[in-house]
């Protein structure tokens, strides 16, 4: 018994326009930011201010927003969010702790929630280490050194069209504002 089998039509490339955003992946994200973390001199660059964080604004892969931040001994977030964005930090000098919620918040309609136990995570970020993030992630990003400046580079796509800002009292969490981009300027 013998089998023919048709050859296969040709498949064309799928037509791609040459002015098509190509949206970064979560690993072109993550090469970023440590790529970025790892350029010394831009690190550098980055004035830092011990009464407060600093940022510059970057220009990051594919349209996203890139930011590198300075942030003095003991500062940090606060717990937030990026909506609908996803993105990838790295630390590129000192450490940052992040906290995150292992949980999908719901997108609007509610002002506290209590958080089921165990969804708590912490991950230390040393320098050159980095991390990737996907929608809807909630976090707070600390320099917990008693001494010893960090600076990490951040990178979110979209870029970011806003971000909810939580306060958390044990298990609750409370939804306190939401800022847009014009907030930032
Ligand atoms: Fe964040």
Same mark, same amino acid.
């Not at 917990?144 to 001494?147: F, I, L, M, N, T």
């Given at each position: 018994m013998s089998q023919h089998t048709a050859p296969l039509p040709p498949i064309a490339p799928a037509p791609v326009p040459a002015s098509a955003p190509s949206a970064p992946t979560a690993t072109e994200l993550l090469d970023f930011v440590r790529r970025t973390a790892a350029d010394r001199e831009l690190i550098a660059s980055l004035p830092l201010d011990p009464e407060g964080r600093t940022w510059v604004r970057l220009d990051g892969p594919g349209g996203s927003e890139a930011w590198l931040i300075g942030w003095p001994p003991g500062t940090g977030t606060g717990w937030h969010d990026h909506a609908e964005s996803q993105g990838a930090f790295a630390t590129a000098r000192g450490t940052l702790t992040e906290n995150a919620l292992a949980v999908r918040l719901p997108? =609007?309609?509610?002002?506290t929630l209590e958080l089921a136990d165990g969804v708590d995570r912490s991950r230390r970020l040393g320098e050159g280490t980095g991390r990737a993030f996907g929608r809807h992630h909630v976090h707070e990003v600390l320099n917990? =050194?008693?001494?010893t400046h960090a600076v990490s580079v951040h990178a979110y796509y979209p870029p970011l069209p806003l971000i909810r800002r939580f306060s958390r009292t044990g298990a609750v969490l409370r939804l306190e504002q939401v800022e847009r981009p014009e907030d930032w300027q």
């Open positions: 997108a =609007s309609g509610w002002k917990e =050194s008693p001494d």
